[in-house]
Each structure stands twice: as C-alpha cells, then as structure tokens.
C-alpha cells in the first residue's frame, strides 16, 4: 500500500520554463513533507521541506506547495536549467512514526536546453 | 570531506554468503537509516539507530542485522545472501529528535550496489 504517490515516472520540460512535479499522500497523519533530488550513481539530496502548518515554502527556483484537504503537493522549478534533470523523490513523515520517511516511486525530470 | 559515507561502492557477490557494508557521518547528527531501493526504485527504510538504539526496525528478514558501535557509524551485515537481496543500498542520517519533524532532513550515502549471482 503506498503511501506517498508520484503517478508521473517522468517530465520533459524546455529550459528556462517551469517544471512542477506532483505527489499525493494518504496518510492524514503526515506532518512533514520533503523533496529530494537524485543523480545517477549518487545518493538522493535534500532539496526543500515543508511542514503541514504551511501551504508554500520558497526557495530561490524551488518552491513547494501543499494542499492539505487534497492530499496534494508539488515542487515547482522555475526557471528550469538543464543541470536540474535528475529524479525527483517526494517523501513524508508523521511525528509519531519516530524518524521514518516514506517515499514515493520518483519522477525522472529532462530539461531540454 | 564527504557528510555520509558507505563502503563499499560496489559489491558483488554469491549466493550464501555473508557480507557487510559499512556507513560513517561525520555531520555530528544522532540518528542513522539504511534504505534500501529495489528493481522498481522505491527507498524502503530498513533500520534506524538513534544514538546507537534500535528505533525502526521494518519487516525485514533476520538475515539482516545493523550494527552501530557508535553514533557515528551504522553498518549492515547480512548473511546468506539471497538474489532478492540485489538492490542499491543506502546509509542516512540526521539530526534526529523525537517529536521535531523539521529535524528529519536526513542526509544520503553515494549507495552500495549489491549483485547477489
């Protein structure tokens, strides 16, 4: 049973537009939620968080938003380079869960120069 | 200066046998993950050690077992490796905290990419 759900396996974007990347949760006791960014043969890297007594997190291209009564959030890259194309994992967290994430499957991200 | 480091890289290895990888922070961080990313890609949590205490322990078979002789490492033995056991394998960490999600950025090992033939 997946918790945490990215239903796109992959974007393909022109350099310089926007790239917004989606996830979906079930778990209504998620309180923290955090985007990571992979590189073939690297591990993933953390890239923006937000906590669910927020609906936005900016930081600088990156910014995260989250709709609490759909489930729902998204990473948006603006503008979008081409040494952003990497896979992009969305992951989430409860406070009574200890420490554990739970990932979702990744979308792979292209940006065409 | 790598933050988190596993060795080895690369493992490749038989059926039956018993190996190890090993994983260092150097990010002063209290709290240390194995993953585990199968054929689909998903990252499974496998194990989480909290200053050297077993706090996530997922279903995972026996055959696997943590070890974490300080809080700086945490390493993985597994015994009678399986072909299911093929798979990249990473080391994370954090600063842990119990109740203080913000603190569960966890930073990524490069992985270890088991080949069980």
């Known amino acids: 049973d997946q918790q945490v759900k990215q239903n796109s396996p992959s974007l393909s974007v022109q350099e310089g537009r926007i790239s917004i990347l989606n996830c979906d949760y079930t778990n209504s006791m998620f309180d923290y939620f955090l985007w990571y960014k992979k590189y073939p043969a690297e591990g993933p890297t953390f890239l923006i968080s937000?906590?669910?007594?927020?609906d936005k997190n900016e930081d600088g291209r990156f910014t995260v938003f989250l709709n609490k009564s759909a489930k729902h959030l998204s990473l948006h890259i603006v503008p979008s380079q081409p040494g952003d194309s990497a896979v992009y994992f969305c992951a989430a967290s409860a406070m009574d869960s200890s420490y554990k994430l739970i990932f979702g499957s990744g979308t792979r991200l292209l940006v065409r120069p | 200066d790598t933050a988190v480091s596993q060795t080895p890289k690369y493992l490749v290895t038989q059926m039956g046998n018993d190996k190890s990888i090993k994983c260092e922070q150097n990010l002063g961080h209290d709290t240390m993950y194995w993953y585990k990313q199968d054929s689909k890609k998903f990252l499974k949590i496998m194990f989480s050690y909290n200053n050297k205490e077993l706090i996530i322990n997922e279903t995972v078979p026996n055959r696997f077992s943590p070890k974490s002789p300080d809080k700086a490492h945490l390493n993985l033995h597994i015994n009678s490796l399986e072909l299911g056991d093929s798979a990249v394998y990473f080391c994370a960490s954090s600063q842990g905290g119990r109740g203080e999600s913000s603190y569960n950025e966890q930073f990524f090992g490069p992985g270890t990419r088991l080949t069980v033939l």
């Open positions: 937000i906590s669910s007594i927020k």
